[in-house]
Structure formats: structure tokens, C-alpha cells
């Protein structure tokens, strides 16, 4: 049975039926969409006996990769706050008060940390780049261009997914998620940089939160403008 299931899901149509399909799961709950889908992407690591690199994850922790995802990260947070700067002022504001219980509150800051770095840092990057992107890029041809090609679909699929966020936030997260998928691209087992570089972001960006300095970058360069 482990066999068969492993079988039928890495057939090659179904990265693009589960990209298709789990969406719609959100007229119920817009959490089933990413947790449905996560649970396909599970079955595929459990069924090739845990098999990590199948999804990026060939190389293996070190200090030179968690410093520079770090340097990579708080470089990515001063372009993209500036980038979203300039998109609040065409598109409107971000909504991010689905995070306004961080205001202030350390055990919900903490907690809201621990669940970003486990669900957003790990759980989308397993998911959005160690399943999706590497397998259309396979379903593509597996060529630079395939690589790329799956780099902009997956990152329009994933600025969609926070539509809640509004255009702004939308637009913002799209371009960010092609950037970091283009770096993915680059070195392509290396998963685990990644994971950093997302967690690493959302903490900066968390921790601003808390002390209610959210909005610094974006405050600065409108006053500039």
C-alpha cells in the first residue's frame, strides 16, 4: 500500500490536480487549502521512506549557511519593505491585523514565532518550493527555463493564496516569493537555506511587530516622497 501510494502521487500530473484542487477546500476553511495540501506532499516524504532530498533537502546544516541566509534575509526585509512602501501607495494599506495580538504581548509573540517557524518557514518552503516549484520544473523539462517557468507560477499561486492581505500585500509577497524562488533555483538541495531565509524574515518582521515599529521603512520612505 505505502508502495502504491508513493507511486501514484509522484506521477507527474498530480503536483498540478493538488495545486488545482486543494483550493477549493477553502470554501470550508482557508487553512484546509494549505494543510491539504501539505498532508499530499507528507504522504510523498513517508512513502519514499523519508527520503529529504526528494524535496531539496540534500545538504546539511552548517554555520556559513545559517549566516548567510541570515545576511540574505535582513538584505531581502530593507528591499522588500521599501518595495511594499511604494505599493501601499499605489494599491493601499497591507492588512496584517490578523497579527495584531503580537502588539505587545510577549507569550503571543512567542508563540506566534514558534508556529511561523514551523508552519511558515518549514511547512510553506516544504511545501511551495520542495514539492511544487521541483516538480513543475520536472513536469517542464527540468531545464533552466522549466525552473524558472515554475518560479513565476508558484509565486503568483502563493501571492493569490494571501489575498486577504489585499493588492499591496498580494503583489508584495508574489515578488518576494519569485525572489527567493529564483535563489532556490540556484541551489537547488539546498533547501534548508531557504527555510532560514523565510524564518529569519518573518522574525524580523514579527519582532517589529511587537514593539509596534512595523511600519518604520515604510513611514521613512514616505516622507521621502
Known amino acids: 500500500m505505502k508502495n ?7 506521477k507527474k500530473y498530480v503536483v498540478v490536480l493538488t495545486m488545482l484542487l486543494t483550493p477549493l477546500l477553502g470554501f470550508l476553511d482557508r487553512n484546509l487549502v494549505f494543510f491539504s495540501a501539505l498532508g499530499v506532499a507528507f504522504l510523498i516524504l513517508w512513502g519514499s521512506n523519508f527520503n529529504w532530498s526528494y524535496f531539496g533537502f540534500e545538504k546539511k546544516l552548517s554555520r556559513k549557511t545559517i549566516s548567510k ?5 535582513i538584505l531581502l526585509f530593507f528591499v522588500f519593505y521599501t518595495i511594499e512602501a511604494f505599493l501601499e501607495i499605489h494599491f493601499g494599506k497591507i492588512d496584517i491585523s490578523s497579527l495584531d495580538g503580537v502588539r505587545g504581548d510577549a507569550i503571543g509573540y512567542i508563540v506566534t514565532l514558534i508556529i511561523v517557524w514551523i508552519f511558515a518557514a518549514f ?16 513536469l517542464f523539462g527540468g531545464s533552466n527555463k522549466a525552473w524558472l517557468f515554475s518560479a513565476i507560477i508558484i509565486s503568483i499561486y502563493f501571492g493569490i493564496s494571501h489575498l486577504y492581505q489585499g493588492p499591496a500585500g498580494i503583489i508584495g509577497i508574489a515578488l518576494w516569493h519569485f525572489c527567493v524562488s529564483m535563489i ?8 534548508v537555506a531557504i527555510v532560514l531565509i523565510h524564518g529569519f524574515y518573518d522574525t524580523i518582521g514579527l519582532t517589529l511587530l511587537f514593539f509596534n515599529k512595523e511600519r518604520i521603512i515604510y513611514d521613512f520612505i514616505l516622507q521621502l516622497l
Open 4 to 10: 502504491k501510494i508513493y507511486t501514484t502521487l509522484t
Open 123 to 138: 511547512g510553506e518552503e516544504f511545501l511551495f518550493r520542495g514539492y511544487y516549484m521541483k516538480q513543475l520544473a520536472a
Open 69 to 73: 541566509s541570515l545576511v540574505i534575509s
Open 184 to 191: 532556490f533555483s540556484k541551489d537547488r538541495g539546498n533547501l
